[in-house]
């Protein structure tokens, strides 16, 4: 994938935790990025949009950064229902593939 | 809420063409994109296609070659054809729509498996 996620995380209820996406400049350095939710069996939702905003619905216990070709979303007061894939995506400068996902990150509660 | 619902064969044999579509309906909003996205079995996602409400289309270089994508935004319904599916195409295909992004707002799926 374009962008780099880490394929795991861990954390225990309560917990803070923090999943990564690495891009460029061609993406996450110049555009905004997303993230999805993909709870087990069902289709992702969006979590976070243009960088750090949440959807109506989103608990605030979701949040988004962008620091140069970086991303994080974390997720604070972990609940066991926060068990489920999660995907960066952002847009791109290549002219033939003008958006992006990264490769998710299954984030386990403990 | 915005609600988008797609509808596929289910199963097709190898080489035949694979033909999706998506109604969009729910709270009246304002849309700019519409697209198409996949995740085989155990994988990540995979954006096909979207549409800008411009009038353009992008594919994903993977598989423009076989792939059209159509919009009708004044009845909220597009579609997606696949040419000459493979076992390598089957996967769970999702439709969306938003407006920040293609993808803001995601259908359920539908579950497209390839066997002879």
């Known amino acids: 994938s374009v962008l780099t996620q880490p394929p795991s995380a861990s954390g225990t209820p309560g917990q803070r935790v923090t999943i990564s996406c690495s891009g460029s400049?061609?993406?996450?350095?110049?555009?905004?990025v997303y993230w999805y939710q993909q709870l087990p069996g069902t289709a992702p939702k969006l979590l976070i949009y243009?960088?750090?905003q949440r959807p109506t619905g989103v608990p605030d216990r979701f949040s988004g950064s962008k620091s140069g070709t970086s991303a994080s979303l974390a997720i604070s007061g972990l609940r066991p229902e926060d068990e489920a894939h999660y995907f960066c995506g952002s847009w791109d400068d290549s002219l033939t593939a003008p958006w992006v996902f990264g490769g998710g990150t299954k984030l386990t509660v403990l | 809420q915005v609600h988008l619902q797609e509808s596929g064969p289910g199963l097709l044999k190898p080489s035949e063409t694979l033909s999706l579509s998506c109604t969009v309906s729910?709270?009246?909003?304002?849309?700019?994109?519409w697209g198409w996205i996949r995740q085989p079995p155990g994988k990540g996602l995979e954006w096909i296609a979207y549409?800008?409400?411009?009038?353009?289309?992008f594919y994903n270089p993977s598989l423009k070659s076989r792939v059209t994508m159509s919009v009708d935004t004044s009845r909220d319904q597009f579609s997606l054809k696949l040419d000459s599916v493979t076992a390598a195409d089957a996967a769970v295909y999702y439709c969306?729509?938003?407006?920040?992004?293609?993808?803001?707002?995601w259908g359920q799926g539908t579950q497209l498996t390839v066997s002879s």
């Open positions: 969306a729509t938003g407006a920040a992004s293609p993808f803001d707002y």
């Open positions: 549409f800008y409400y411009s009038g353009t289309t």
């Open positions: 729910g709270d009246s909003i304002r849309v700019y994109y």
């Open positions: 243009r960088d750090s």
């Open positions: 400049t061609s993406n996450i350095g110049n555009y905004h």
